[in-house]
Antibody, heavy 120, light 110 residues
């Protein structure tokens, strides 16, 4: 069955970078869009961006532009999001989610989440 | 402030029905489909409704979705204590070129 398995929790200092992985199984990364979301402690969901390995395209939310990079490795069927220039307000659980087969957005499978803590 | 507006909380007794609203604008709900997600404490969100009203396989028909104009509604009937969770609506915003979420609604089953 489809699964998205993310890398483990990270603790980073302000100004550092973090790279979170999301390994897909039971389907090919190139067949679907993948989105990244995050959720700060006690807060709601926030969209980070999407990536589409088949076309090579990606787009991030404007507030992250210049700080975020979404990449993928088709040989391992793994997606990555890297956030640089970390600040304390980047502390959040980061999720990858597959955009399914619906007409529009439908995040049908989610990773388990990766907690990124930014602290000096 | 979220682009999509949801009530912070709703509550109802077991067995009753509850609705959760999601209000947007012409650039998001008014021009695209809405999906809904359930997030149980400490877990990743789960897709409940997509394309305004469709249910993924495995989601019981106690959950329903509808859309009218620039608003969408999630309905849950036959409430169970296991339905206590946060619920989020989401759609694409063409003006922002971004996925937008509601702020989330905490459902309490009294």
């Amino acid at each position: 069955q489809v699964q998205l398995v993310q890398s483990g929790a990270e603790v980073k200092k302000p100004g550092a970078s973090v790279k979170v992985s999301c390994k897909a199984s039971a389907y090919s990364l190139t067949d679907y869009y993948m989105h990244w979301m995050r959720q700060a402690p006690g807060q709601g969901l926030e969209w980070v961006g999407w990536m589409h390995p088949k076309s090579g395209g990606s787009q991030s939310e404007q507030k992250f532009q210049g700080r975020v990079a979404m990449t993928w490795d088709t040989s391992t069927n793994t997606a990555y999001v890297e956030l640089s220039g970390l600040r304390s307000d980047d502390t959040a659980v980061y999720y990858c989610a597959r955009d399914g087969v619906g007409t529009s957005l439908d995040f049908d499978y989610w990773g388990q989440g990766t907690l990124v803590t930014v602290s000096s | 402030q979220s682009v999509l507006t949801q009530p912070p909380s709703v509550s109802a007794a077991p067995g009753q029905k509850v609705t959760i609203s999601c209000s947007g604008s012409s650039s998001n709900i008014g021009s695209d489909y809405v999906s809904w997600y359930q997030q149980l404490p400490g877990t990743a969100p789960k897709l409940l409704i997509y394309d305004n009203y469709k249910r993924p396989s495995g989601i019981p028909d106690r959950f329903s979705g509808s859309k009218s104009g620039t608003s969408a509604t999630l309905g849950i009937t036959g409430l169970q204590t296991g339905d206590e969770a946060d619920y989020y609506c989401a759609t694409w915003d063409s003006s922002l070129s971004a996925v937008v979420f509601g702020g989330g609604t905490k459902l309490t089953v009294l």
